[in-house]
């Protein structure tokens, strides 16, 4: 809230800010990263946070799929598996998709807009401490939640969706749901910052020239994503403060017997659910829509309709929550409705599969790993979207509920949609980032052993969904007909552990001999590929005018008669100069800053305090408070 | 978030300050946060199986007094702003520490009116009433306090020198969110107080 001026002595603006850059001058190693408030930097701490956290859920999954390899298998006992596969469910949707998505926002969304940094970088620090925090957090559960010393995991128990009644102390006593409840608000909040930071970066902080329909597809859809988190990120917080004061006050939200109805949990999570969905998705759709032209050659097929679908899906998502609830009895009158909302929201993204096709059609496509998983993600996400439309129909749906068609579908959009779409990411973007290529080769063997390991679990769990196989169930008797798809399925999750080892193989060895990678390997577009990999600390040494959509395509290329790009003569392009030298001397840049990382530490010591006692609250409260303060009166200048 | 003293410079595309957008998108945030607490409320209402009821705890004319005690302090919230506006930061003393007197009047009736429903036996175990008004009503004053803290801290940083004419988006960020409370406060005595 403090003026930029203040400082314990009167300084003027020049001197404050000469000051703070000699100081960022002064971190090194670990330290540079722990004050960081460069979005690059924070970029990949959440890259490499989440994809810990991958790996995390990675082994959950094969946890539950060993054990449901054959039947009557004990190798997890049945409290076990419950808490395995809440814990798999909670960590792939807020500690894996959800961060990895603001990976891409961090890296990108200031470098394709042409600005120097966020609106607020500090609080995208804050952000991603939070996210940290609260995955540890939530996982420390495993070791505290419950009674380690017997052996007992204390993992959350309720599923990913932690449907009251069973949240509440009378069946789940130990401290697992405590745990859940709590970092997922943390994660919220951290989720919540970075909303509104993006939002205010792209709203306000664009280059010259940068009208919102000269803006990369991907800037679009983190904007119609970072809206979805700011409204849809309140109403979970308040359904987890009622079960919180159920549980640890004595509450009546969801307690029956005082008049409650646990039927309002389901529509709250739902209604934050089906909006988080989409937060989930939009990030991948907007990856691949800036692939797809790259490898084709060949602007974005209708792009005006791909931004607009966006922002419709954007609106309608509040529409459709009530279609994971059909079975509660809300009446046929609000089922169909519900129904028809939710066949409704399949135009806008049947609208982008077709645009994205088209902007393959007829182009000069150039095969390479991102385009691998770019129409990887087309084809899988398609079959995910179609039997999603599957479940709007209201009596298939009874049918399907809760069986392992149900997860089958999930897993179609998140995992053959939302990871394919981020894995075309990462090898689109990580020359940019690191000044290396990934290896081709690697990476078309992760490409084939995700591909064919991905479509040997999932259409499994069609099949088994389809004969019956309820989900969440430890184990299930022979002679059902189910054994063989269960192995099936099974043998493709080692198989896309595979092929996230090839991933990791490929990375560690690129980073160390892969091909240096130059400004712009990929004959791209957007504005990102304008300037060095990886990319200065100031970005860009010159800000960029802004003239077209695909501006830096078209200062490469001008276009024949028949439509054929062809090359610009180097230095015939022209750059507006906004008189800083090139070597970026005098660009203001926003000075680190340790206070984000205080005021995040504070948050977690109030979810311990909260579940074991109340002084830690205070301890947690004030350490949050100096962090604040001491971040609202640091003479920083962002 | 000390871009107003060097907004000079750096010009927003859409010509609000960052800041000011942020506190905007935060205040659409919030509207979905005691939306969600006051639809709870409402599904709730009547659902009680046993007392105390709000009929028999509600007391009317003292919540009237403190709302208007509450809605007067977004009057003095304005005269602050206006105050620094105008360079006067004599007079937005004066009108800060009368907002934050007003609102710690507020609270301190809400944390009466919480004693005596306590006293009559109301808790949040009691019954749906006591769950859904405690919580709904105790948030609402946690957002009122926070916002006292904030009027108090620019209070302070204002007997330093560091609150001018030059950054009064300070105060104007403080004053949106002072108002929106009230504004929550007013819908919040509407539905829960006034329409039984």
Not at chain 1, 407 to 423: P, S, T, Y
Request: net charge negative; glycine share 10%; with cysteine.
């Amino acid at each position: 809230m403090a003026g930029a001026t203040y400082t314990p002595r009167r300084v003027t603006m020049a001197e404050a800010l000469r000051q703070a850059r000699e100081d960022a001058g002064t971190y090194r190693g670990v330290w540079s990263w722990i004050a960081t408030v460069d979005h690059k930097r924070i970029g990949v701490l959440y890259g490499v946070t989440a994809f810990f956290f991958f790996l995390v859920g990675g082994l959950e999954a094969l946890l539950i799929r060993v054990q449901l390899a054959t039947p009557n298998e004990h190798f997890l006992n049945a409290d076990r598996y419950n808490r395995i596969f809440t814990m798999h469910g909670t960590t792939m949707v807020f500690l894996v998709v959800m961060p990895l998505g603001a990976t891409f926002f961090n890296l990108l969304v200031p470098l394709m807009i042409g600005a120097r940094d966020v609106a607020f970088p500090r609080m995208n620090a804050f952000s991603y401490w939070l996210f940290l925090f609260g995955g540890i957090f939530l996982n420390v559960s495993f070791f505290t939640g419950g009674n380690i010393l017997k052996g007992d995991l204390g993992a959350p128990d309720a599923g990913w969706f932690g449907y009251a009644p069973l949240t509440l102390n009378r069946f789940s006593p130990d401290n697992g749901i405590d745990y859940w409840m709590l970092g997922l608000q943390i994660l919220g909040v951290a989720s919540l910052a970075g909303g509104f930071n993006f939002i205010v970066t792209i709203l306000n902080m664009r280059a010259p020239g940068m009208t919102l329909f000269r803006m990369p597809l991907f800037v679009w859809m983190t904007l119609v994503t970072s809206f979805l988190i700011i409204f849809a990120m309140p109403v979970i917080a308040v359904a987890l403060f009622e079960l919180s004061f159920d549980r640890l006050f004595g509450a009546n939200f969801f307690n029956a017997a005082a008049g409650g109805t646990p039927l309002l949990w389901q529509h709250m999570f739902w209604l934050f659910g089906h909006p988080e969905v989409y937060i989930l998705i939009l990030p991948a759709m907007g990856i691949v829509s800036e692939v797809l032209p790259t490898f084709a050659r060949k602007p974005l097929f209708g792009y005006p309709f791909v931004v607009f679908s966006g922002v419709a899906i954007g609106f309608m998502s509040w529409g459709v929550w009530a279609h994971h609830m059909y079975t509660t009895g809300l009446g046929s009158v609000a089922n169909s409705a519900f129904g028809v909302s939710t066949i409704l929201i399949s135009v806008p993204t049947g609208v982008k599969i077709f645009n994205w096709l088209a902007t393959l059609w007829g182009g000069s496509i150039s095969f390479k790993t991102p385009l691998y998983f770019a129409v990887g993600f087309i084809a899988m996400f398609t079959i995910g979207g179609l039997t999603g439309v599957t479940h709007s129909i209201v009596p298939s749906d009874y049918q399907q509920q809760d069986t392992y068609y149900v997860v089958a579908h999930f897993h179609q959009v998140l995992f053959g949609g939302a990871i394919f779409g981020l894995f075309a990411g990462a090898y689109y973007w990580f020359p940019k980032f690191t000044g290396r290529m990934l290896d081709e080769g690697w990476g078309k063997l992760h490409f084939w052993l995700m591909f064919v390991g991905f479509n040997l679990t999932f259409e499994p769990m069609m099949v088994l969904g389809l004969l019956g196989m309820p989900r969440r169930i430890q184990t299930y008797p022979d002679g059902y007909g189910w054994g063989f798809w269960n192995m099936m399925a099974t043998v493709g999750a080692f198989l896309i552990a595979a092929s996230i080892l090839a991933f990791i193989v490929n990375v560690i060895k690129s980073l160390r001999t892969g091909d240096v990678a130059g400004d712009d390997p990929w004959d791209a577009r957007t504005l990102e590929w304008s300037i060095p990999s990886p990319p200065p600390p100031y970005n860009f040494a010159r800000v960029p005018q802004v003239h077209a959509l695909d501006d830096f395509w078209h200062r490469k290329y001008a276009e024949d008669p028949a439509g054929k790009p062809v090359p610009v003569p180097a230095g015939a392009s022209d750059h507006a100069d906004d008189s800083h030298g090139d070597d970026g001397h005098g660009i203001h840049l926003p000075s680190p800053s340790y206070f984000p990382l205080i005021a995040a530490a504070g948050i977690p010591l109030i979810g311990f305090g909260l579940i074991y006692d109340v002084a830690i609250v205070a301890v947690g409260a004030v350490v949050t408070i100096v962090g604040l303060y001491g971040w609202a009166l640091e003479p920083a200048a962002e | 978030m000390q871009h107003a003293a060097t907004a000079g410079h750096l010009e927003t595309n859409t010509g609000l300050d960052n800041r000011k957008l942020l506190m905007w998108l935060f205040l659409g945030s919030e509207c979905l946060f005691f939306g969600s607490f006051i639809a709870a409320y409402l599904l709730y209402r009547d659902r009680s199986v046993t007392g105390p009821y709000p009929k028999d705890l509600f007391d009317i004319p003292f919540t009237s007094v403190s709302s208007f005690v509450l809605l007067m302090s977004s009057v003095t919230m304005v005269l602050a702003l206006s105050a620094i506006q105008r360079g006067n930061l004599r007079q937005m003393r004066v009108w800060l520490l009368a907002t934050a007197f007003l609102g710690t009047l507020f609270v301190s009736g809400q944390a009466f009116e919480f004693t005596e429903f306590y006293r009559e036996g109301l808790t949040l175990h009691a019954n749906m009433f006591g769950t859904t008004f405690f919580v709904l009503t105790g948030f609402h004053g946690a957002h009122v306090t926070v916002g006292i803290l904030i009027l108090m801290s620019i209070y302070i940083l204002s007997l330093k020198g560091h609150i001018t004419e030059e950054n009064s988006l300070n105060v104007e960020l403080a004053g949106l969110y002072w108002h929106f409370v009230d504004v929550v406060w007013i819908v919040i005595f509407t539905l829960v107080y006034l329409v039984q």
